[in-house]
């Protein structure tokens, strides 16, 4: 690959419904991501392919990497045949560490559908050395675009000579994003920004591997008393599921109406024994067989009414999704300045601006 690699990307925040619109413009199908809320729930979560871990590595932050950096030195994994048979990645680009995440869950998953870009960047990358798949990563510029493509606005805006506004973005504590992963039965930690993987151990016999995940994580925060992290988990979509399910119980619907259709009872009388049914009344013995399919007709109507919700649900949290998209990357400057520049024009500027601007812009 000869395209020349991005010197950066941009910061990205953390939000579920940013980083499940961000799985599938990467093109993989299947998968979405939760925000986890209690931590004592991990070990029951079924068809989770990982967890990302976002915490402050800024200032006030040293503390929490000290207390943890003993530990994990004597965890590392420094064997290179397993280190280069698993997708584990330098972060050679600085802002990259959200994407990064992501990837080292997604391409250490058998059983996800990648997509071409993400199939080609696994294939293209087997084997090598974790220095050489982060340059790979940066090479993909699919990748860069489809990351920046949901970040915040974040650049200086001129205002006048020699006076500019900068976004919130630059003044904020550093977080880094780091991600873990069950491969081949063990627990794995794998953060760009560490030379080599963190292994966590297996879990005991009969437990999903989300059980490990939440001891680690639990005996992690009581190791400091910074509160500034998030952890959300990276879980299969049920929406094609759904979509199936509403499919089946059409079909199943369509087959109890013409088994009650084969009965050649009349309306009237189909009529009187679902009103029977209803009400809970006792419906006479020669109507028993109508009873029963219509019964089955009921049924396979309230599931396909139960799916049909379960599907605009899933749905209605999607449009949630784009709708904070568009209002988070949307470059709302451009538009107060002009706003400020009338004001200006009809001098309707408050005083207080207008007090600022005749001591230089001092604060």
């Keep these: ?18 980083f499940t619109l961000l799985v599938g413009d990467f093109g993989v199908k299947g ?34 990497r000290r207390k943890r950096r003993s530990l994990e030195d004597e965890n590392f994994i420094k064997n290179s045949d397993i280190v280069n048979n698993m997708f584990f990645a330098t972060q050679v680009i ?46 993909y510029p699919h990748l860069a675009r489809t990351h920046d493509n949901h970040a915040k606005p974040n650049r200086l805006t001129p205002l ?40 966590h151990d297996s879990w005991k016999e ?12 639990q005996r992690r925060l009581k190791q400091t008393k910074d509160i500034c992290f998030n952890l959300m988990a990276v879980v299969h979509d049920p929406i094609h599921d759904i979509v199936r399910e509403v499919e089946q119980c059409h079909h199943t619907l369509r087959s109890t109406l013409e088994a009650v259709s084969k009965l050649n009872y009349s309306d009237n009388v189909i009529e009187y024994v679902t009103t029977l049914i209803a009400t809970s009344k006792t419906v006479p013995p020669e109507y028993a067989e109508l009873a029963g399919a219509l019964r089955c007709v009921i049924e396979a109507q309230e599931n396909l009414e139960k799916s049909k919700r379960e599907f605009q ?7 949630g999704y784009l709708l904070d998209h568009a209002r988070r990357t949307h470059d709302y400057n451009p538009a107060i300045q002009e706003f400020i520049k009338a004001l200006g024009r009809h001098g309707q500027l408050p005083l207080s601006i207008l007090r600022r601007k005749s001591l230089g812009g001092q604060k």
């Design 160 to 199: 006048a000579k020699g006076g500019t506004v900068m976004t919130t973005m630059s003044s904020m504590d550093a977080f880094h994003y780091s991600s873990f992963v069950p491969i081949n039965k063990r627990l794995y930690e794998l953060d760009g920004l560490k030379p080599y993987p963190v292994d």
């Design 31 to 64: 998968v979405k991501v939760e925000e986890i809320y209690d931590l004592s729930k991990l070990s029951q979560m079924d068809s989770v392919y990982g967890f990302i871990f976002l915490f402050k590595i800024g200032e006030g932050a040293n503390s929490f």
């Design 206 to 217: 009969g437990e999903n591997w989300t059980a490990q995940f939440e001891r680690v994580i």
């Design 94 to 139: 600085p802002n990259s560490c959200a994407s990064h995440a992501l990837l080292s869950i997604l391409l250490n998953c058998d059983n996800v559908k990648l997509g071409p870009v993400l199939e080609d960047l696994k294939m293209y990358s087997k084997g090598m050395d974790p220095d050489s798949k982060g340059s790979a990563i940066g090479h």
């Design 313 to 319: 649900d899933e749905k209605d949290i999607r449009k």
């Design 1 to 18: 690959i000869s395209i020349k690699m991005a010197e950066q990307w941009q910061e990205l925040e953390s939000d579920p419904g940013l």
